[in-house]
């Protein structure tokens, strides 16, 4: 594992694999006619730069760790890969995707099902917070792909309803948020019931030090696609912060924003599902039309939600970080961090929301006194610079 520790800047600079090389079409890549057809019937026309070089190392059998910005195409990467592997005449689980939050895991599904459409791929999303019984009829019935948080996943395998004989593939999404503390157990417990052997994949936006040594615990030779820490921040997205004397001045701050922007979609970042509901119910009282989804709300009430995000009825989301991880919602062009993450590898989760794929979008970040710090590392972590608010920030949206 190519790992070098830069004294000097305290950074970790990571190098891509020597062998990597580039895909200039997904025809390049030898895959299914049917899979073929999916991928076009989904959209793409060209492999996205992580796409052209992870694809192919993946359907090679080696064990990989794709690092690559939000918006680039990850989630499509490891899909087209299970895709082309596995053998649909099989009614047995083949691949298993994890995922640190459910949102994560039903698109990761939806995505599956849509470019595998002309396969007749059966694909289920094992979450917490839904019933138990559906998860058992589903798989009795016989999937090839599993998308999952953790937790369920790992109740599922040990119920013996989900079988792991025939896994080929482990895909670890998010992977630094999956490894923290709280999911780390979960996946080893997972890991544990799989073949001898298992080709794992491991994606995110960022990959600290920690994880990749983590990684190495459950990984052979792996092929590394990395991007360095300061090309994470996305080209196309403005940074600014709005000074707020104090936290109780936020609110009015907000109001000021609102008033200014013609905001064609919102999500707009707390830190505590408290302060969500607290900011719901004062933008409500004062007339404007917001949604709000915390993880403490039931699973069905949070894909409500994010189904009238998706359609446009709802243009304002306030949300805690559980909604940072990979949500593709294409209209999103303005991102709102009411409080700063208290983690800073969470700023590129938030932000990465709005301008997928080099749509243009904003940030802006709410700064107190106390947040000055936490804004600094930011700017220093990501080699990245956030400006004052211009007046004229309506011309920028």
């Known amino acids: 594992m190519a790992l070098k520790e830069d004294k000097n800047e305290n950074k970790t600079v990571f190098t891509t694999s020597k062998e990597v090389t580039v895909a200039a079409s997904f025809e390049e890549m030898n895959l299914k006619e049917d899979l073929l057809r999916g991928i076009y019937s989904y959209g793409y026309e060209l492999p996205s ?18 690092q690559a910005q ?13 895709l082309q592997v596995i053998d649909t005449a099989v009614r047995e689980t083949q691949a298993l995707v994890l995922s640190p939050t459910r949102e994560l895991a039903i698109q990761i599904q939806n995505v599956l099902l849509a470019l595998g459409q002309y396969q007749n791929v059966q694909s289920h999303a094992c979450i917490g917070g839904t019933n138990i019984g ?12 599993i998308s999952g948080t953790p937790g369920r996943v790992a109740d599922m395998i040990r119920r013996r309803n989900l079988r792991t004989r025939n896994i080929k593939m482990l895909v670890l999404d998010e992977a630094d948020e999956l490894l923290n503390r709280g999911f780390r157990e979960q996946i080893y417990d997972v890991y544990r019931y799989l073949p001898p052997g298992t080709q794992v994949v491991v994606v995110s936006a960022t990959l600290p030090y920690d994880v990749l040594e983590l990684t190495t615990k459950f990984m052979t030779d792996p092929v590394r696609i990395l991007v360095k820490r300061d090309e994470l921040t996305l080209d196309g997205l403005k940074q600014y912060f709005i000074a707020v004397e104090k936290e109780e001045w936020k609110f009015d701050t907000l ?35 917001v949604s709000s989804m915390h993880g403490d709300m039931p699973q069905k009430e949070r894909d409500a939600i994010m189904g009238e995000f998706r359609q446009g009825n709802s243009r304002v989301l306030l949300c805690t970080d559980i909604w940072a991880r990979g949500i593709d919602v294409q209209q999103v062009s303005l ?50 610079q956030i400006d004052e608010m211009p007046m004229n920030i309506a011309d920028l949206i």
């Not at 939000?70 to 299970?82: M, Y």
Request: aromatic share 8%; net charge positive; with cysteine.
């Open 255 to 289: 109001c000021d924003l609102y008033d200014t922007l013609t905001i064609t979609q919102a999500v707009i970042f707390c830190n505590t599902r408290r302060k969500v509901d607290w900011l719901a119910e004062k933008m409500r009282e004062a007339n404007f039309t």
């Open 49 to 66: 730069a992580v796409q052209s070089r992870a694809i192919t190392q993946i359907l090679k059998g080696r064990d990989v760790i794709a």
């Open 335 to 384: 991102v709102i961090n009411y409080d700063l993450p208290p983690n800073r590898e969470n700023y590129i989760h938030r932000i990465g929301r709005s301008g997928r794929f080099g749509r243009k979008g904003v940030a802006i970040n709410f700064v107190t006194a106390e947040d000055v710090r936490i804004l600094r590392d930011i700017e220093q972590y990501y080699s990245t």
């Open 70 to 82: 939000s918006g680039t195409g990850k989630t499509a990467t490891f899909s087209i890969s299970i």
């Open 134 to 145: 559906e998860d058992i009829r589903k798989l009795d019935h016989g999937q090839h792909v």
